[in-house]
């Protein structure tokens, strides 16, 4: 076949990995293949391994897209690999390795670098990786949005979207769309317009954290937090990422590690000021409270609006104080 039979995609952003798919049907001239979502989190089932080797009646031809690849286990890779083997000339195959990035280096599972498909696809060049949006491929993204919809702003204005905008391509692009809304017919990006960006994945979660643990406004607080987002599915995971983080620095803050925490040292003084008032065990529970909030949405057994009123009631809960010691 003149197109590839499968490609890896190695990105922890879901968004990103949708639009590099979309990218890769059209250059491919396979847009209008039937899309098969698989997800490796579960048991692959018969139809999975079908959709792989089977042609189907009519001759249709289908995009396979396996989710979260990374998890398959050892004994999965085998057979996969030798499923690879005798794919079927109508069946596109994309497999997702969506671990997070820990190094500069994709997370490869090493049972897969083992395989016969990963050593071919390598060699093939059937292997598309990205980190996710950072501080520098955030640019491209933006250059993007504004070549496809002709907005045209200065290098100021455009530096400051940069770090406006949250690291998380589906929320970045929820508001990029606000903007292009806002630009009108003149189609130019002015630094007024980037106010309508309510949160940013860099939003300080130590402040949130501060205010919260020392009886601020809690009402106030929130607000700042979550408004206008009503796309929450994308940004309760926003926000349980962001504050997992600031509660790992804590910990370790507060167990001595401040080495391995890369902060100024003033900030650092601030920081363990507030893991000493909160304690291990409020620290700790942030951990439960992320964790819950994140398995009701990936189980299906809480929808995102659920999970994010849950997550929020928890928090007050959590960072509240004695009404005595509430700031006046």
Known sequence: MSRPGYIFLTCPDAELLHGRIAEILDSNNASDFEKKVYWADDELPSTFWDDLTLQTLFGSSKAIILRRAHTLKVATWKVL?????????????????????????APIPAVLKKQKCWKYAEK????????????KSITGFINQWSARTSILMDNSVKQALTKALPKDARAAKLELDKLELATGPEKKLLMGHLDMIAFSEDMNFFEFMNSMSQGGDTIEIWRRVLTNH???????????????????????????EESSVGLPPFVKKQKKALAQRLGPARIAKIFDIVLEAEIGIKTGSRRPEQALELFVAALTSLFAVPQSNRRR
């Open 81 to 105: 690999d030798k499923a690879l083997s005798a794919l079927s000339d109508s069946s596109f195959l994309f497999l997702c390795l969506e671990g997070a990035w820990t190094k500069k280096s």
């Open 124 to 135: 093939q060049n059937w292997v598309w990786q990205s980190a996710g949006l950072d501080e």
């Open 230 to 256: 009503m796309e929450k599915d994308s940004m309760i995971f926003m926000l349980t990422a962001s504050l997992t983080r600031e509660a790992r620095n804590l910990w370790m803050m507060l167990h001595g």
